[in-house]
């Protein structure tokens, strides 16, 4: 019984327990099947009010447009669409992008790698960067109408708004024209003295067009070289290519010339000519440098291209051997890829082969120089590939081809891209556009001049017929110093490591310790040097810095000597020299400086400190 009643007393509490809830409940609820109003979640809302005389409308808080959007019967789809194209909503959204600043990751030109940097975003900031990818890249107007690229920016940018090709065309023009403007304002502004160099060539459509591009040092030391004209010419004639100097000139508003650089055709020294008489004309006293006598600069690159071009003409027989066993492979896919098969049996190394062009020697050299890399698979080649050793049976201009290659012609060809390594690096010296070379000029003349002495010696027949064939073409343009521009000369003077006597060691090799001669033309250069900077002085209002006394034998005293650091041994321009090999013939050429700077080692072996324990003691600060 007592149990009974226990289990009868636990039942009614726990009836108890279960219908306290439910009584609360039904006093915030009176009627049970209402479903509590779910809160809007999607961000649609944002942009929409509900009306308040009817809650199953909302209005567009933009343009004031009114969607019904009952839970059960329309949804919000409609209201969403809308805001894709409402032109209140989009020029709301384009202001506040405009204002908002993104972090982006940058890695160009004046950032750190991967730089984050904070950008805001505008519609004219993207025409320009449209318009000036068409320039960088050189690619068409109608870019822009691709459907490729409408397709990215429509992804990457969406609120941007593409120009036609049309406006597209207007704001590159817009953006030379600023460019130039800057450019202009640069040069004047500043009365920089400029050099020229300026080119001719004709198009396949037998139009010939002409470029001048301005070289000049701004006032923070930095050097520029720009294009300032590139326009169609009528004729080759030297009058005619002067007066688009001139109009160049005075279109840009450039007062003050160094130089003109041009090749060696003679209608160039015409127009050197009328340019320097025109220039005489103007009210402007030092518009040349002592009247335009050294303003003609022929063109080193292309003297040095002459010259290796008429060597070029005696080739030996196994370059041309070389040339038709790269032909072949190159002719078509087919034997590329038996060629490469053959670079893998011998586990080559990467890369491929390249033909050369009969107008551009340097191309021979870089033929060559690849062709013997590979010179195993070529010797594979002959052997598993019938159709190879067929190709070298074939006649071509009636004559049996050369090849192909065998032992002896690798071993020529050997010889001859050392030789042609020489020419090949000065000629990258000669035309390098982004540092000063006009103080390695010199330098660089001397190493040809030592280059071809030493090649005339060689045993081998062919390169010796080469090396003299050349030397004829470097006596028309550079023999015995006097036919160069002086000024060349002056620029090797004006460098620190040198001055006036390593001059004078270019002399005693040119003229054979001739000291008469030497002395004479060591006065030549010292009367120039003097002219020029009486020349200088004169337009410079400036008043002189106060000289300086060092004590005798210090690198900035003296007459003309060279500071004697021992780092003048570490020639790093290009080569310190060259040692061309083959049997018991060995040639050897180093560079004009390199003998010189160690001579001057030599020399002042124990002075250095000496000369700056002094150059210290005498130091006021």
Known sequence: MTGHSKSNSNDDDEVESVQVPTEKTNTKRKNPTQRRPMKKRSETWNHYTVLEDNQYKAKCNYCGKIYQCHPRFDGISNMGTHLKVCEAYLNVKREQDERQQKLVAESGEGNASNMVLAKGWSQEACRRAVSKMIILGELPLNFVDNKGFRHFYNVVVPQFIMPSRRTISRDVMDMFLEEKGILKSLICKNKHRVSLTT?????????????ITAHFIDSDWCLHRKIISFSVIEDHKGKSI??????????????RVCAITVDNASGNDVAIDYVKN????????DALVLRGDYMHVR??????????????????????GIRNAVKYVR?????????????DHVKGPNGTVVLDCINRWNSTYLMLMTALKFREPFERMAEVDKLYEA??????????????????DWEHAERIVRFL??????????????????????????????????????????????ASSMREKYDKYWECTEKINKILIIASILDPRCKMDFTKHIFSMI???????IEEMVAVMKGLFNSLFDAYSGWNSSPPLPSESFPSGSASGGGGGTSSSPHLIDDTDRQQGYIMEHGDDTLRVARPFLGYAKKVLIQNEGKLMTTEVERYLLDDD
């Open 199 to 211: 080119d001719i060539w004709t198009s396949v459509q037998n139009m010939s067009y002409m470029v």
């Open 242 to 255: 002067g007066k688009k100097i001139e109009s160049c000139l005075l279109e840009w508003g450039i007062e």
């Open 278 to 285: 025109q220039m005489l004309l103007w009210k402007n006293v």
């Open 299 to 320: 063109c080193c690159a292309h003297i040095l291209n002459l010259i290796v071009t008429g060597g070029l003409k005696e080739l030996h027989a196994s370059v041309a």
């Open 331 to 343: 002719s078509s896919t087919s034997r590329l890829k038996a060629f490469k098969q053959c670079v």
């Open 391 to 408: 190709y070298f049976r074939e006649e071509e201009n009636r004559k049996k081809r050369v090849g192909p290659p065998e032992l002896e």
């Open 421 to 466: 390594k020489i020419f090949y690096d000065a000629t990258l010296t000669f035309s390098a556009s982004l540092s000063v070379t006009s103080n390695l000029c010199y330098d660089t003349i001397g190493l040809i001049e030592n280059s071809l002495s030493a090649l005339e010696k060689s045993k081998d027949v062919y390169v010796h017929l080469m």
């Open 511 to 517: 003229f054979s310790d001739d000291s008469a001669k």
